[in-house]
């Protein structure tokens, strides 16, 4: 059986408990409870030192959490203005404004994938 962390606090505390009042026959049994008692009082220090600074730890991740989430959506919701905008500007039934609107169906990120033409053809040069 496995104990939670707060059995494994809870545990080591009797046990540091123990050996501060039962002094005189843990000293009869040949055991040190005084160093017993600073070993596991050092050991149960450090444990809740470093459980207090796991959780603060978590409370700052939660934070920027919910900034990268809001940053993310904000960053969406501009960007998909921004293709509404080149979509008006190439004309909205246009083949030029069809092809930009395939961006919107494309999930990859840049560099993955096999690199794609251009949405919008380069205008042709005049012929001289």
Same mark, same amino acid.
């Given at each position: @059986?496995? #104990?939670?962390?707060?059995? /494994?606090? +809870? !545990? $080591?505390? !009797?046990?540091? %408990? #123990?050996? %501060?009042? %039962? #002094? $005189? @026959? @843990?000293? $009869? $049994? +040949?055991?040190?409870? /005084?160093h017993i008692t600073s070993v596991l009082t050092e050991k149960l220090e450090a444990t809740v030192a470093a459980d207090a600074r796991q959780e603060d730890l978590k409370r700052q991740l939660r934070g920027v959490t919910q900034e990268v989430v809001a940053l993310a959506d904000d960053l969406y919701r501009s960007s998909s203005g921004y293709l509404d905008a080149a979509i008006a500007a190439a004309g909205k039934g246009s083949d030029a404004a069809a092809k930009i609107r395939r961006i919107r169906s494309r999930v990859r990120m840049p560099g993955n994938g096999p690199e794609e033409a251009p949405a919008v053809p380069p205008v042709a040069e005049a012929k001289a």
């Amino acid at each position: @059986m496995t #104990l939670s962390y707060t059995e /494994k606090i +809870g !545990r $080591a505390k !009797r046990v540091v %408990e #123990l050996f %501060e009042t %039962e #002094l $005189a @026959m @843990m000293e $009869a $049994a +040949g055991f040190d409870p /005084k160093h017993i008692t600073s070993v596991l009082t050092e050991k149960l220090e450090a444990t809740v030192a470093a459980d207090a600074r796991q959780e603060d730890l978590k409370r700052q991740l939660r934070g920027v959490t919910q900034e990268v989430v809001a940053l993310a959506d904000d960053l969406y919701r501009s960007s998909s203005g921004y293709l509404d905008a080149a979509i008006a500007a190439a004309g909205k039934g246009s083949d030029a404004a069809a092809k930009i609107r395939r961006i919107r169906s494309r999930v990859r990120m840049p560099g993955n994938g096999p690199e794609e033409a251009p949405a919008v053809p380069p205008v042709a040069e005049a012929k001289a």
